[in-house]
């Protein structure tokens, strides 16, 4: 049995990214390849082992749960694993209750779902939006369309489900947007959150010209917004302002010039079964192995020890500050979450 999960640096692992699929009807341009070879079926878990994995994190303290991607909407039958997981929102403490359920999602489907996460009792949801400019909007997610994107959204808010849009600022792309962004954002009662890009993935694009420190464009919004400091968190790395025009949150996630090792409270579970204890390290555990060979609980416990043992103290993406040149693991993983 754990006897808690804390990691050698006393941090407290009490959030869990969960990928539930690789797949994704698109291919942003900082997350995927336009030509995707996606796993085997018969690789990624299925929802009885996703949910045996997620109860052992839950019993020994894990209280908030993020589900991602891929797409996280395209998989079949999410609906009715939202369900099961929202049944544990509402049980004692004691028993391996959730404090929390999320979701990360890039939109296209969320129409169809905003409904069945909210009475699953998901409160919030995190929408990837890099651009309210349809053809740029297309060309960055190689296949998108931002029609739909909107439409979840706003059948979001319409269910009722707060909403957080995820935008990789990237230099001379979308730059020019922040403002726009922002504003659209206090006229849907929406929270804007800015993402440094991160070296993540073989995507076929040259990302060291888009690098764009975070510092800057706060600096910049600061000198046409009034941003109040705030002390808000959501359990993630997010560092948030007040936007006293729109009365909305601005949340900064600055990976590469500020890192939030330090506060570290996440592990990422793949849709493969690995257990990952930190975004930019590559070290991680192979839980479907043990499943599927027959582990116990018991077992699953002691690789998860195991695996928080071993987190490190900090990730190895490193930013040249000289040439704003970044590197890092390019292991594919969402980077849009928080």
């Not at 053809?135 to 997610?141: E, G, I, N, P, Y």
Request: hydrophobic share 40%; proline share 3%; charged share 25%.
């Amino acid at each position: 049995m754990l006897s808690s999960l804390t990691d050698p640096a006393g941090r407290r692992i009490s959030y869990l990214r969960i990928s539930v699929t690789d797949r994704c009807d698109m291919r942003c341009v900082y997350c995927m390849s336009e030509h995707m070879s996606f796993l085997p079926r018969a690789d990624v878990l299925d929802f009885d082992e996703l949910l045996r994995l997620s109860r052992v994190f839950v019993r020994h303290g894990v209280r908030r749960l993020r589900i991602t991607g891929g797409e996280p909407l395209v998989r079949r039958d999410i609906g009715f694993f939202f369900k099961e997981l929202g049944s544990w929102l509402k049980q004692p403490e004691q028993s391996g209750r959730l404090d929390e359920l999320t979701l990360t999602t890039n939109g296209s489907r969320l129409a169809q779902y905003a409904d069945t996460l909210a009475e699953a009792g998901v409160k919030r949801v995190n929408v990837s939006l890099d651009s309210l400019d349809e053809a740029r909007f297309a060309k960055l997610t190689r296949r998108g369309k931002l029609a739909l994107t909107l439409e979840g959204i706003r059948a979001a808010r319409a269910a009722g489900l707060a909403v957080r849009v995820n935008t990789v600022a990237m230099a001379g792309v979308n730059d020019d947007e922040f403002d726009a962004l922002l504003a659209w954002c206090g006229e849907i009662g929406a929270d804007l959150c800015l993402i440094e890009t991160m070296p993540m993935g073989e995507t076929g694009e040259d990302r060291v010209g888009q690098y764009l420190s975070l510092d800057v464009v706060r600096q910049s919004l600061s000198q046409r917004w009034t941003l109040e400091p705030l002390t808000y968190q959501t359990g993630g790395p997010a560092r948030y302002v007040r936007v006293a025009q729109t009365g909305q949150r601005l949340g900064f996630i600055t990976p590469m010039s500020h890192n939030f090792c330090a506060t570290c409270n996440r592990v990422r579970l793949s849709c493969t079964g690995r257990l990952y204890t930190c975004l930019g390290q590559e070290d991680g555990v192979d839980l479907r192995h043990l499943m599927r060979d027959g582990a116990t609980d018991g077992a699953l416990e002691e690789a998860i020890q195991y695996a928080i043992a071993r987190k490190p103290t900090g990730h190895n993406f490193l930013l040249d500050a000289q040439t704003g040149a970044i590197s890092g693991p390019q292991r594919h993983m969402s980077v849009t979450g928080g």
